[in-house]
């Protein structure tokens, strides 16, 4: 089924931007939908965006609609999260996984912490 | 507020059967979504334990079940085991075509 493998987490102050990455090996990438899903410390999963293979279709969640954009290189079979004004409550470990309706999300990567504060 | 809603936390003794609930509504579940079940140890990644509603991945023992009706979901553990102590997450597609998952269950052997 895979692997996904993230990068990029770290210490940044609120209002400040990072971007992680997530390289895909052992499927084809381009075949799938790509997600980001983040876990805030304690707290549940929350699904925060996806993009098709193609990239035709984005999706958010309110949460970070305008401040978050997903992106995708199919020939590097890298995922990306451009976040741009940090807040607190983003603070979370941000896990990339691949999806599909039916299957749903079958491989996760490890997760890369993010953690926002001055 | 999670769109899908699961039990805070359920419990077992091992040997005993426990049932995960999952409700949604007719944007989601009842829409004819898919339903997957994920169970996550602490500081791990989640892992994926039920599919379509009720198929499980290779390597996933028989103990774990699921299963749906109109608007809602159930994940079933039947012979609990020590290792099964975990949290557990429902999750589904709605008609925004995004992802919802449900606030999770965590899950006591006694």
Redesign the interface.
């Known amino acids: 089924e895979g692997q996904l493998v993230e990068s990029g987490g770290g210490l940044v102050q609120p209002g400040g931007s990072l971007r992680l990455s997530c390289v895909a090996s052992g499927f084809t990438f381009d075949d799938y939908a790509m ?1 980001w ?1 983040r876990q805030a410390p304690g707290r ?4 925060i965006t ?1 993009i098709t293979w193609n990239t035709h ?1 984005l ?1 958010y ?1 309110d949460s970070v609609k305008g401040r978050f954009t997903i992106s995708r290189d199919n020939a590097k079979n890298t995922l990306y999260l451009h976040m741009n004004s940090l807040r607190t409550e983003d603070a979370a470990l941000y ?1 990339c996984a691949k ?1 599909s ?6 491989t ?4 890369t912490r993010v953690t926002v504060s001055s | 507020q ?1 769109v899908l809603t699961q039990p805070p936390s359920v419990s077992g003794a091992p040997g005993q059967r426990v049932t995960i609930a999952c409700a949604g509504d007719i944007s989601n579940i009842g829409t004819g ?2 339903v ?1 079940w ?1 169970q ?1 140890f602490p500081g ?5 334990l039920i ?2 509603d009720n198929n499980r ?1 290779s390597g996933v023992p028989d103990r774990f079940s699921g299963s749906r009706s109109a608007t809602s979901a159930s994940l079933v553990i039947t012979g609990l085991q020590a290792e099964d102590e975990a ?1 557990y ?1 429902c ?1 589904s ?1 709605d008609n ?9 269950t965590k899950l006591t052997v006694l």
Do not use: I, N, R
């Open positions: 997600h899903v549940g999963l929350e699904w996806s279709a999706a969640a896990f999806y309706l039916s299957y749903g999300f079958d996760w990567g490890q997760g | 999670s979504y898919d997957h994920y996550q791990t990644a989640p892992k994926l599919y379509g991945p949290d997450y999750q597609s925004t075509l995004s992802v919802v998952f449900g606030g999770g």
